[in-house]
């Protein structure tokens, strides 16, 4: 899975408001919805729209990197 599709994820998870996302990091609320929420479109994130959203979140993005097998905890 990408790291855009985990973030997405995660996001919905805890009920992020996408509105009060976009003013806290600055991120464009058409990006946010077009890789967040919009699932026809899949639209990955770009490094300084993810580098903001895990800083106004308070999260690591490399929690959202897909890990190889070995190094998964299962």
């Given at each position: 899975?990408?790291v855009?599709k985990?973030?997405a994820?995660?996001?919905?998870?805890?009920?992020v408001?996408?509105?009060e996302?976009?003013?806290?990091?600055?991120?464009?609320?058409?990006?946010?919805?077009?890789?967040?929420?919009?699932?026809?479109?899949?639209?990955?994130?770009?490094?300084?729209?993810?580098?903001?959203?895990?800083?106004?979140?308070?999260?690591d993005p490399m929690?959202?990197?897909?890990?190889?097998?070995?190094?998964?905890?299962?």
């Amino acid at each position: 899975m990408s790291v855009t599709k985990n973030i997405a994820n995660y996001i919905d998870s805890i009920g992020v408001n996408l509105s009060e996302l976009s003013r806290k990091s600055g991120v464009d609320y058409s990006a946010l919805y077009a890789s967040l929420k919009n699932k026809e479109r899949e639209r990955e994130l770009r490094a300084d729209e993810l580098t903001s959203i895990c800083t106004v979140l308070k999260i690591d993005p490399m929690d959202f990197a897909d890990k190889p097998k070995e190094q998964r905890r299962e």
